[in-house]
């Protein structure tokens, strides 16, 4: 695991409170408890928990501060969902979409540790999405390429959702691949993890076949 110095690091740029910090403990504790038998992330990435997946989450808060609602979709691990709900402002809800029902057993657990204000959906993508229309923010961390992402939330991207999609250094190509079926408005925002990596902010969606 990471030393003090990386934990001290990532928090003090996120600029949390100390009951902030020590939910975040509490979660990373169970992610490494639960890791054992459900291999939630990947093994290589556990030793970096703090600068890997938190701070990669957390940044996430910053695009949109005055967000309340946010939908995470293929929640997995809760990365970024249940740390947005986790370290987000007063009043943030966060719903976890996530088919995989022993992911959602870890997520449920380590919600009602954290107390974090979320909601577990045992489901498909498909099967949910049109139930959550004026979220804030729809958001996905490794789940898909940017088109099938656009394919899923196009009912919230058209209708005022804002869209917040982490991906590495090949977001141009992805929003290049995109364009063929999707007129997209949107910014490339650098990712302060990995310097190569960007984060697609999608603010309007129009299909091209429509």
Not at 36 to 53: C, D, Y
Request: aromatic share 4%; hydrophobic share 45%.
């Amino acid at each position: 695991m990471e030393g003090s110095n990386d934990r001290d690091s990532v928090l003090a740029t996120a600029d949390v409170s100390r009951e902030t910090a020590q939910k975040l403990d509490l979660y990373v504790a169970q992610l490494v408890r639960w890791q054992t038998i459900k291999n939630l992330v990947g093994p290589a990435t556990l030793a970096e928990v703090w600068t890997r997946h938190i701070a990669d989450a957390l940044q996430l808060l910053d695009l949109m501060p005055a967000a309340r609602t946010w939908l995470d979709l293929g929640s997995g691990a809760g990365i970024p969902g249940l740390i947005l709900a986790i370290a987000g402002p007063p009043g943030i809800r966060v719903d976890l979409v996530e088919s995989n029902a022993r992911k959602c057993a870890f997520l449920t657990e380590a919600a009602r540790v954290t107390g974090a204000s979320v909601r577990v959906h045992n489901a498909r993508i498909e099967a949910v999405i049109s139930d959550h229309r004026g979220v804030d923010v729809v958001c996905a961390r490794a789940l898909a390429p940017l088109d099938q992402l656009l394919a899923w939330t196009e009912p919230l991207l058209k209708t005022g959702t804002t869209g917040l999609f982490p991906k590495g250094r090949e977001a141009a190509a992805e929003l290049t691949d995109a364009a063929a079926r999707w007129t997209v408005g949107h910014e490339l925002v650098p990712s302060r993890t990995e310097s190569p990596a960007r984060i697609v902010r999608v603010t309007a969606l129009a299909s091209k076949s429509s």
